[in-house]
């Protein structure tokens, strides 16, 4: 199978399903950042020491996966016989029991902080920012389609997520946070 299908040249794409869009459909903005943010995740995953962070990251790259075709696969009836795995409360539950072990392990946070520190945690932190932006996308697409409302919480609670393992994972290499100083 060639890579290239020349199908998209004109500036349009498929939705899974067959529907044509234009490529700057907010539906590809929303799975197109989250496309971007799982491929900084893989670049924070190289530069984490800890196998432990790394089988999370890679835990959170397989579900952006399943965020990204959620997406792409319109909710409705066209689709509702296609076998698409869909974001649940599972996934949210998942991201929220990591949330609380890694910060039951950080000092009580009491300053707003700087992202940086470590090269992984600096990756962390720019993927917090990237989740933010498509929790935005998201938000937005939604308020034209349903997407049902699972996915903006999972990105919400993915945003957290982040933050708390880019604190962690400067606090496991002696790195301390960076306050804001105001």
Not at 3 to 26: C, H
Not at 121 to 127: D, G, I, K, T, W
Not at 141 to 163: A, E, T
Request: aromatic letters at 10%.
């Amino acid at each position: 199978m060639k890579i290239y299908t020349k199908t998209g040249d004109e500036g349009k794409t498929s939705l899974f399903g067959g529907k044509r869009v234009w490529k700057d459909d907010l539906r590809l903005h929303a799975y197109g950042t989250i496309d971007e943010l799982n491929s900084v995740l893989g670049i924070a995953s190289g530069e984490i020491k800890s196998e432990e962070l790394r089988e999370i990251i890679g835990s959170i790259q397989n579900d952006l996966f399943t965020l990204g075709s959620d997406l792409a696969t319109p909710l409705g009836k066209d689709t509702k016989d296609f076998a698409i795995p869909r974001v649940d409360e599972n996934f949210i539950f998942r991201l929220e029991k990591f949330i609380d072990n890694y910060d039951n392990r950080l000092p009580e946070l009491k300053n707003f902080i700087l992202p940086g520190g470590t090269k992984g945690a600096s990756y962390l932190h720019f993927a917090r920012t990237i989740c933010r932006r498509a929790e935005r996308e998201t938000v937005a697409l939604g308020k034209s389609v349903d997407i049902g409302d699972k996915i903006v919480i999972y990105l919400n609670r993915l945003s957290d997520l982040l933050f708390v393992l880019a604190r962690y994972d400067n606090s496991r290499n002696g790195t301390p946070d960076i306050h804001w100083l105001r």
